[in-house]
């Protein structure tokens, strides 16, 4: 989706402008939000809205206000969704002790190759009856079962899709990830799920990570643990998957086995930041942070950074590409997205159910 | 961290040799000198959480 923005021929200069202008603008929505969510919180006595929907509100606002003044492309700089994400997820990690992270993480792996394995094939021979291209075939499955626009980003490159395709299954997928963000957390609450279970359900569901931790933000801070964990361990495998993905597409697809992927695919597709989420939780845990360090000054510092990214997913969100691909891979999407829902809601209930 | 946000958005379109970006991401050179957006955030993450341990950031207003 970046390369496509990149590609347009700006000067350096302009780039420049454009970065500090557009990292001022997610920071001052950033403010605004967390002012926004303690106003309602000193007014009503309560949350009218949790900070991750405000922040990804005032982003969709902003998205429509500067696409109708066609600056969004040229303001697009600083919208790093996923610098702002990881960065606090890598704050996060001190927030968590090591041995919870290994108690979730080994349940999380388990739930994630089950779900991952049977989503993604699941919305592959759905896509293949509905007669969608087969590239856009490997990106929709990959990003409805694994982890949203990164694995459709690794799975774009292990099928070489077009550019086109990657950009449409990104808008597809925050278009999904926004009202599974806002649903799902009051529909554990409703169906009056712990916060391991419901946590391990977002996080086993909803395809992009942002949106993962804004949900689980939004149920509780344990269940926004769990989500995370439960997501990071998915994220973990995608590098596993773009190697098997390519080595399918070359042997069978395009049968041409001498052009075999290497091994080291899975290193380079490995999200390295989980390294980042480890380190800090050992920092933590091995007692270099205490918990009033943490308390008031890693979790305020994780909520800007989420934040920022909350505002960045709808800042993102690409409008326009709805109209160039048809409903048909909507109607996937939204199948695909229901078997999700359901399958891990299941594995959840088996493996984290109390 | 505006630094590094804007050291980041910047290297994609500044990348040639002999630029200041180019040559620092080829200093901290992950990746065969591509400073990704994983690397970074461990990077910053770790940074601030440094900070926090050694006393110099205590307090954070939320």
């Known amino acids: 989706v970046k390369d496509g923005a990149d590609a347009r021929p700006v000067s350096p200069e302009s780039n420049v402008v454009g970065a500090i202008l557009s990292f001022a603008l997610v920071i001052a929505l950033a403010v605004l939000a967390n002012r926004l969510t303690n106003a309602s919180k000193l007014w009503l006595g309560r949350e009218l809205l949790e900070y991750p ?9 902003a998205n429509l206000g500067l696409a109708a003044g066609g600056a969004r492309d040229r303001l697009g700089a600083a919208f790093r969704t996923e610098f ?22 080994a349940r999380g792996v388990v739930q994630a190759v ?5 989503v993604f094939f ?16 490997a990106l929709m499955a990959a990003s ?36 599974l963000m806002l649903i799902q957390p009051y529909l554990a609450k409703s169906m009056d799920l712990s916060a391991d279970v419901a946590g391990a359900w977002i996080g086993g569901n909803i395809d992009t990570t942002a949106a993962v931790v804004g949900a689980g933000a939004i149920h509780s801070e344990a269940a926004m643990k769990v989500a995370s964990v439960v997501k990071i361990s998915q994220n973990a495998l995608i590098g596993f998957a773009a190697f098997f993905l390519a080595l399918y597409w070359v042997v069978v697809v395009e049968r041409k086995p001498d052009q075999k992927p290497k091994a080291s695919e899975i290193w ?8 980042g989420f480890l380190i800090a939780s050992l920092i933590t845990t091995v007692g270099l942070l205490s918990p009033e360090q943490v308390k008031t000054a890693i979790v305020p510092l994780r909520n800007w950074f989420l934040t920022a990214a909350f505002v960045g997913i709808g800042l993102e969100l690409a409008f326009g590409e709805f109209t160039k691909t048809g409903w048909k891979p909507v109607i996937v999407y939204f199948i695909a997205t229901l078997m999700n829902t359901l399958l891990a809601l299941a594995a959840a209930w088996v493996l984290f159910q109390p | 961290l ?15 040799p002999g630029h200041i970006f180019y040559d620092a991401a080829h200093r901290i050179c992950f990746d065969g000198g591509r400073v990704t957006e994983d690397w970074l955030a461990v990077i910053v993450g770790l940074f601030l959480a440094g900070l926090v341990a050694l006393n110099m950031l205590t307090w954070v207003p939320w």
Request: contains cysteine; hydrophobic residues 60%.
């Open chain 2, 2 to 16: 505006g630094l590094a946000t804007t050291f980041f958005t910047c290297r994609s379109r500044l990348e040639a």
């Open chain 1, 268 to 275: 380079t597709r490995f999200p390295k930041f989980v390294f």
């Open chain 1, 53 to 61: 929907l405000w922040a990804v509100g005032l982003g969709l606002m």
């Open chain 1, 122 to 137: 699941f919305t592959w021979y759905l896509a293949a009856w509905f007669k969608l291209d087969q590239k856009l075939r």
């Open chain 1, 144 to 179: 409805v079962s694994i982890c949203g626009v990164s694995a459709a980003i690794a799975a774009a490159g292990a099928v070489l899709a077009k550019k086109e395709h990657l950009a449409y299954v990104a808008a597809l997928v925050i278009a999904f990830a926004l009202p």
């Open chain 1, 84 to 105: 702002f994400l990881k960065t606090g997820l890598v704050l996060m990690g001190a927030t968590i002790n090591f041995l919870d992270i290994l108690r979730i993480g």
């Open chain 1, 114 to 118: 089950l779900v991952v394995t049977a």
